[in-house]
Protein backbone atom coordinates (compact mmCIF):
# COMPACT_ATOMS: atom_id res chain seq x y z
CA UNK A 1 0.00 0.00 0.00
CA UNK A 2 1.62 3.18 -1.08
CA UNK A 3 1.71 6.35 1.21
CA UNK A 4 -1.00 8.31 -0.97
CA UNK A 5 -3.39 5.88 -1.32
CA UNK A 6 -2.68 5.30 2.70
CA UNK A 7 -3.52 8.36 3.36
CA UNK A 8 -6.78 9.00 1.27
CA UNK A 9 -8.17 5.54 3.30
CA UNK A 10 -7.37 7.32 6.42
CA UNK A 11 -9.28 9.90 5.25
CA UNK A 12 -11.85 7.50 4.41
CA UNK A 13 -12.25 6.05 7.65
CA UNK A 14 -12.83 9.19 9.26
CA UNK A 15 -15.38 9.87 6.85
CA UNK A 16 -16.95 6.81 7.69
CA UNK A 17 -17.18 7.46 11.44
CA UNK A 18 -18.53 10.75 10.64
CA UNK A 19 -21.66 8.97 8.90
CA UNK A 20 -21.80 6.39 11.52
CA UNK A 21 -22.17 9.92 13.52
CA UNK A 22 -24.94 11.35 11.37
CA UNK A 23 -27.20 8.69 11.95
CA UNK A 24 -27.00 8.52 15.42
CA UNK A 25 -27.95 12.58 15.25
CA UNK A 26 -30.61 11.42 12.67
CA UNK A 27 -32.13 9.00 15.08
CA UNK A 28 -31.27 11.14 18.34
CA UNK A 29 -34.70 12.10 19.59
CA UNK A 30 -33.72 13.18 22.94
CA UNK A 31 -32.19 16.63 21.45
CA UNK A 32 -33.97 20.00 20.70
CA UNK A 33 -34.47 20.58 17.00
CA UNK A 34 -32.66 23.78 17.15
CA UNK A 35 -29.90 22.11 18.80
CA UNK A 36 -29.89 19.35 16.08
CA UNK A 37 -30.18 22.09 13.41
CA UNK A 38 -27.00 23.56 14.63
CA UNK A 39 -25.61 19.93 14.98
CA UNK A 40 -26.33 18.77 11.16
CA UNK A 41 -24.99 22.39 10.07
CA UNK A 42 -21.71 21.48 11.60
CA UNK A 43 -21.72 18.21 9.78
CA UNK A 44 -22.64 19.98 6.40
CA UNK A 45 -19.34 21.89 7.38
CA UNK A 46 -17.19 19.12 7.34
CA UNK A 47 -18.70 17.16 4.37
CA UNK A 48 -18.10 19.83 2.20
CA UNK A 49 -14.84 21.07 4.18
CA UNK A 50 -13.40 17.84 4.76
CA UNK A 51 -14.77 15.13 2.30
CA UNK A 52 -15.33 17.18 -0.47
CA UNK A 53 -12.60 19.61 -0.49
CA UNK A 54 -10.15 18.46 0.77
CA UNK A 55 -10.79 14.54 -0.03
CA UNK A 56 -12.24 14.61 -2.86
CA UNK A 57 -10.03 17.55 -4.36
CA UNK A 58 -6.82 15.30 -3.22
CA UNK A 59 -8.52 12.74 -5.17
CA UNK A 60 -9.61 14.17 -8.37
CA UNK A 61 -6.61 16.94 -8.96
CA UNK A 62 -4.07 14.33 -8.18
CA UNK A 63 -4.57 10.80 -8.06
CA UNK A 64 -7.14 11.03 -10.51
CA UNK A 65 -5.06 12.42 -13.05
CA UNK A 66 -1.81 10.20 -12.04
CA UNK A 67 -4.23 7.04 -12.65
CA UNK A 68 -4.86 8.74 -16.13
CA UNK A 69 -1.11 9.46 -17.34
CA UNK A 70 -0.65 5.69 -16.12
CA UNK A 71 -3.60 4.57 -18.50
CA UNK A 72 -6.74 3.80 -15.91
CA UNK A 73 -9.50 4.69 -18.18
CA UNK A 74 -11.47 7.82 -17.19
CA UNK A 75 -14.57 7.85 -19.55
CA UNK A 76 -16.35 4.76 -18.68
CA UNK A 77 -13.69 3.80 -16.61
CA UNK A 78 -13.48 3.40 -12.45
CA UNK A 79 -12.39 7.10 -12.98
CA UNK A 80 -15.09 8.53 -14.54
CA UNK A 81 -17.49 6.59 -12.11
CA UNK A 82 -15.68 7.93 -9.20
CA UNK A 83 -16.00 11.44 -10.07
CA UNK A 84 -19.96 11.10 -11.19
CA UNK A 85 -20.49 9.71 -7.44
CA UNK A 86 -18.50 13.06 -5.98
CA UNK A 87 -21.14 15.06 -8.30
CA UNK A 88 -23.67 13.32 -6.98
CA UNK A 89 -22.11 13.70 -3.51
CA UNK A 90 -22.11 17.12 -3.70
CA UNK A 91 -25.88 17.68 -5.18
CA UNK A 92 -26.49 15.90 -1.73
CA UNK A 93 -24.96 18.22 0.54
CA UNK A 94 -26.59 21.03 -1.45
CA UNK A 95 -29.67 19.65 -0.35
CA UNK A 96 -28.80 18.93 2.97
CA UNK A 97 -28.05 22.71 3.23
CA UNK A 98 -31.10 23.65 1.71
CA UNK A 99 -32.97 21.66 4.04
CA UNK A 100 -31.20 23.65 6.26
CA UNK A 101 -32.06 27.33 5.65
CA UNK A 102 -35.79 26.29 5.80
CA UNK A 103 -35.64 24.65 8.70
CA UNK A 104 -36.90 21.54 6.91
CA UNK A 105 -35.54 18.45 9.35
CA UNK A 106 -37.48 15.73 7.32
CA UNK A 107 -35.78 17.12 3.89
CA UNK A 108 -32.35 17.24 5.60
CA UNK A 109 -32.24 13.77 7.17
CA UNK A 110 -33.75 12.07 3.54
CA UNK A 111 -30.55 13.83 2.04
CA UNK A 112 -28.20 13.06 4.66
CA UNK A 113 -29.19 9.27 4.60
CA UNK A 114 -28.82 8.88 0.18
CA UNK A 115 -25.73 10.99 0.99
CA UNK A 116 -24.56 8.57 3.94
CA UNK A 117 -25.64 5.32 1.65
CA UNK A 118 -23.47 6.56 -1.54
CA UNK A 119 -20.79 7.42 -0.14
CA UNK A 120 -20.01 3.99 1.95
CA UNK A 121 -20.42 2.23 -1.79
CA UNK A 122 -18.37 4.73 -2.99
CA UNK A 123 -15.75 4.38 -0.49
CA UNK A 124 -16.03 0.59 -0.69
CA UNK A 125 -15.19 0.79 -3.94
CA UNK A 126 -12.32 3.03 -4.36
CA UNK A 127 -10.58 0.96 -1.43
CA UNK A 128 -10.93 -2.13 -2.79
CA UNK A 129 -10.86 -1.51 -6.89
CA UNK A 130 -9.46 1.96 -7.18
CA UNK A 131 -6.99 2.22 -4.25
CA UNK A 132 -5.84 -1.39 -5.30
CA UNK A 133 -5.25 -0.42 -9.02
CA UNK A 134 -3.32 2.43 -8.05
CA UNK A 135 -1.24 0.94 -5.20
CA UNK A 136 -0.58 -1.46 -8.66
CA UNK A 137 0.57 1.29 -11.31
CA UNK A 138 2.02 4.32 -9.02
CA UNK A 139 5.54 3.45 -7.46
CA UNK A 140 6.34 3.76 -3.85
CA UNK A 141 8.23 7.20 -5.12
CA UNK A 142 5.90 8.28 -6.77
CA UNK A 143 3.08 7.47 -4.30
CA UNK A 144 5.76 9.77 -1.98
CA UNK A 145 5.43 12.61 -4.53
CA UNK A 146 1.17 12.36 -4.42
CA UNK A 147 1.32 12.26 -0.98
CA UNK A 148 4.05 15.52 -0.24
CA UNK A 149 1.05 17.09 -3.15
CA UNK A 150 -2.00 16.03 -0.95
CA UNK A 151 0.05 17.83 2.04
CA UNK A 152 0.70 21.12 -0.29
CA UNK A 153 -3.36 20.74 -1.66
CA UNK A 154 -4.62 20.32 2.22
CA UNK A 155 -2.68 23.60 3.50
CA UNK A 156 -3.57 25.62 0.16
CA UNK A 157 -7.27 24.92 -0.07
CA UNK A 158 -8.89 24.47 3.69
CA UNK A 159 -5.83 26.37 5.30
CA UNK A 160 -3.34 25.70 8.21
CA UNK A 161 -4.99 23.89 11.26
CA UNK A 162 -8.57 23.51 9.67
CA UNK A 163 -7.60 19.24 9.26
CA UNK A 164 -7.08 19.69 13.29
CA UNK A 165 -10.25 21.36 14.11
CA UNK A 166 -12.36 19.29 12.13
CA UNK A 167 -10.72 16.46 13.81
CA UNK A 168 -12.17 17.98 17.25
CA UNK A 169 -15.40 18.53 16.06
CA UNK A 170 -15.50 14.82 15.35
CA UNK A 171 -14.69 14.09 18.63
CA UNK A 172 -16.81 16.35 20.22
CA UNK A 173 -19.84 15.15 18.46
CA UNK A 174 -18.60 11.30 19.00
CA UNK A 175 -19.44 12.32 23.41
CA UNK A 176 -21.94 13.83 22.89
CA UNK A 177 -23.77 11.37 20.61
CA UNK A 178 -21.99 8.52 22.37
CA UNK A 179 -20.46 6.56 19.14
CA UNK A 180 -17.38 4.61 20.04
Not at 41 to 64: P, Q, S, T
Not at 95 to 117: P, R
Request: charged share 25%; hydrophobic share 40%.
Amino acid sequence: MGKATQDLRKEHDAILYVLQILNKMINADSFDAEILLNYYDDVVYFLKIFADKCHHGKEENILFKELINKGVPNEGGPVGVMLQEHVQGRNYIAQMEQSLDIKNIEGFKNAAMLYSDLLRRHIEKENNVLFLMADKVINEQEQNFLFLQFEKHEENVIGHGVHEKLHSMIDTWAEIFDVE
